[in-house]
C-alpha cells in the first residue's frame, strides 16, 4: 500500500508529493518515478526510497499509480 501525501516543510513553501511504501529494486524505483513525471507533466526526485513529485495534483498521481497496478491512499492533511 503506497501512502501518499503533501510536504512543504525546507522548500520556501513550495510544496511536493510525497509517495512512500514503494517496494522495488533501484532501477524499477526510478523507472516507476519516471512514468509518474512524464504521465503527470511535472519534475520530480528519487530519494532515500521515496518518490517527490513536484506540486500538488495527488489526485493526478493517485490515477496514474492505480493504472500502473498499485493500490494507494492519501496520507495527512
Known amino acids: 500500500m503506497l501512502r501518499i501525501s503533501r510536504q512543504t516543510k525546507g522548500r520556501k513553501g513550495k510544496g511536493v508529493i510525497i509517495i512512500?511504501?514503494?517496494?522495488?529494486?533501484a532501477d524499477e524505483f526510478k523507472r516507476t518515478a519516471?512514468?509518474?513525471k512524464k504521465?503527470?507533466?511535472t519534475g520530480g526526485a528519487v530519494k532515500d526510497d521515496?518518490?517527490?513529485i513536484q506540486?500538488?495534483?495527488r489526485e493526478r498521481v493517485k490515477a496514474v499509480l492505480e493504472?500502473?497496478?498499485y493500490r494507494c491512499k492519501f496520507a495527512g492533511g
Open 67 to 69: 493504472s500502473l497496478g
Open 20 to 25: 512512500e511504501g514503494l517496494e522495488q529494486p
Open 55 to 57: 506540486g500538488d495534483d
Open 50 to 52: 521515496v518518490i517527490e
Open 34 to 36: 519516471q512514468t509518474i
Open 39 to 41: 504521465k503527470c507533466g
